[in-house]
């Protein structure tokens, strides 16, 4: 059985940093994410990234320069024997009315039609209210974890009763077992 989840990046998947993550080697996992990503992908799961990418408005990085941190994040999940199945980014400010920086659904709906995927239930992990609410709009399944920003918003996620993990790896393993 395939089945879908989508995860932020950024505080996600790898370290965050207020200052932005503007190169491949500022790109460093966060613990176990990689480990998380492969137990995901041995059960089935395919795993899809959606992230919001400001630092291209704001001048800081270069869409080249973000491909090639992606491909290091690739690199690194296949090397751990995970596998992602497509990242979508937003490479807009938050000022520019754009349709796909989360908390606008946009870019899991062009995942859902582009995959031809439905994602109501479809679990959706981030670390800030803004993964949440993207994910609460499309009819998916919220789950915050505490690493990145994850900390400061748990009282919040606690009281919209939105499941709330350490980090991917735990979340990973609780959904493995479900
Ligand atoms: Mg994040
Ligand atoms: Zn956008």
């Not at 190169?23 to 990503?37: D, F, G, H, M, R």
């Not at 491909?67 to 024997?81: C, F, N, T, Y």
């Not at 000022?95 to 479809?122: A, I, T, W, Y």
Request: charge should be negative.
């Amino acid at each position: 059985m395939t089945r879908y989840i989508i995860l932020d990046r950024d505080g996600v998947i790898n370290q965050d940093s207020d200052a932005f993550i503007k190169s491949p080697n500022e790109w460093q996992p966060v613990n176990k994410s990689l480990e998380a990503i492969a137990l995901l992908h041995q059960h089935s799961y395919r795993v899809v990234v959606v992230t919001n990418q400001s630092g291209i408005a704001r001048g800081l990085f270069t869409q080249e320069t973000l491909q090639a941190i992606h491909h290091k994040m690739l690199v690194a999940v296949r090397d751990a024997g995970g596998e992602i199945d497509a990242i979508y980014f937003c490479p807009h400010g938050p000022d520019d009315q754009c349709q796909c920086r989360k908390p606008k659904p946009g870019l899991m709906n062009q995942f859902s039609q582009e995959h031809d995927v439905g994602l109501f239930g479809l679990p959706m992990i981030g670390d800030s209210m803004r993964d949440l609410e993207a994910a609460t709009a499309v009819g998916g399944q919220p789950i915050l974890v505490r690493s990145g920003k994850g900390e400061r918003i748990v009282d919040q996620a606690a009281k919209l009763n939105i499941p709330i993990y350490e980090n991917l790896y735990e979340a990973s393993t609780v959904l493995v077992n479900a």
